[in-house]
């Protein structure tokens, strides 16, 4: 009997091995910002071909993400997994995380979303005055109140992440990291206060054998274009001399390979164990187009070549 969309979530994200019928993307978008027949046609797409979780945030689209997200799931139960974030307020901006403030919003974002428990939560940022041992005491908590089936973070330094994995990992709970990932490394400065997986986080994620949710993962289209571009009116981040480089090494493999150069730098996010990409795609072609990463099979060299061209 085939197992559910949320059973092979539960074991993609304890295991390397991949099902037939799955995959380790994971939808983001403008979920709230957007007209609701496009968000249905997109989750529906994506669902249809093997997708098991989607993303959102209780605080993106002014606090809107969750319940756009929820509409589709009341019309389609047990279809979707969802991890949401706490931690920001409506602005984007960061809330101190203490228990009472975290189960607030947590079940605030059971509501929205319209189901009885979230599938993965990830604090949206640290809370650098509390302990490791605290934030953790709240996770265990919302585990064994039924609320939150996984937990995590996004956003965490390296040293407070590994911290955080060996205190859960104590208590036979295995939480989720979630970062920037992708073949272009961000200029940090450029970030927001958004952190990429450099490598002390890799680190700490290989030392804990931790699923990383990779954001970005296709570093805002840098790789289907051919220039700059600025995001919301400031500088790309991705814009660098170095990751122009990697464009290049993508356009000319794709060219050897039959695809996209975007095609390409997806793959290579694939090409790491344990890493779910995240996917913003805005419409079902995009999609379409991320899935064929996974039809590419790339060389140890030629992962090696992607990111340092030797």
């Keep these: 009997m085939p197992r559910s969309p949320l059973q092979l979530l539960d074991g993609l994200l304890d295991e390397d091995g991949m099902e037939s019928a799955a995959h380790r993307f994971v939808l983001g978008g403008p979920f709230g910002a957007e007209p609701a027949e496009d968000t249905a046609e997109r989750l529906a797409r994506f669902a249809d071909a093997g997708g098991l979780l989607v993303e959102t945030s209780h605080s993106y689209a002014g606090g809107k993400a969750e319940a756009a997200v929820g509409d589709w799931l009341r019309r389609n139960p047990g279809t979707l997994g969802v991890t949401t974030k706490?931690?920001?307020?409506?602005?984007?901006?960061?809330?101190?995380?203490?228990?009472?403030?975290?189960?607030?919003?947590?079940?605030?974002?059971?509501?929205?979303?319209?189901?009885?428990?979230?599938?993965?939560?990830l604090y949206h940022c640290d809370d650098p005055a509390r302990s490791v041992v605290e934030l953790a005491d709240t996770l265990v908590a919302l585990i064994e109140a039924g609320l939150v089936r996984r937990v995590g973070v996004s956003n965490w330094r390296a040293e407070r992440l590994a911290a955080l994995a060996a205190e859960l990992g104590e208590r036979d709970h295995i939480p989720v990291a979630s970062y920037q990932f992708s073949l272009a490394e961000p200029d940090p400065a450029l970030l927001e206060g958004s952190l990429h997986a450099d490598s002390a986080v890799l680190d700490a994620v290989r030392t804990h054998r931790l699923p990383l949710l990779g954001w970005s993962s296709q570093a805002?289209?840098?790789f289907a274009r051919t220039g700059p571009k600025q995001h919301h009116g400031k500088p790309d981040p991705y814009d660098t001399e170095d990751n122009r480089a990697r464009r290049?090494?993508?356009?000319?493999?794709?060219?050897?390979?039959?695809s996209r150069p975007e095609t390409v730098a997806l793959a290579w996010t694939l090409h790491h164990s344990g890493v779910w990409p995240s996917i913003g795609a805005r419409t079902t072609a995009q999609i379409?187009?991320?899935?064929?990463?996974?039809?590419l099979t790339l060389t140890e060299e030629q992962v090696h070549w992607l990111r340092h061209g030797r």
Excluded: K, W
């Design 248 to 258: 290049l090494r993508c356009q000319e493999l794709a060219g050897q390979l039959d």
């Design 288 to 295: 379409d187009n991320s899935l064929q990463a996974r039809r």
């Design 86 to 121: 706490v931690g920001h307020d409506t602005t984007g901006g960061d809330i101190p995380l203490s228990r009472d403030t975290v189960f607030e919003h947590v079940r605030a974002a059971l509501d929205n979303l319209g189901v009885e428990t979230i599938d993965v939560l």
């Design 220 to 222: 805002r289209g840098y």
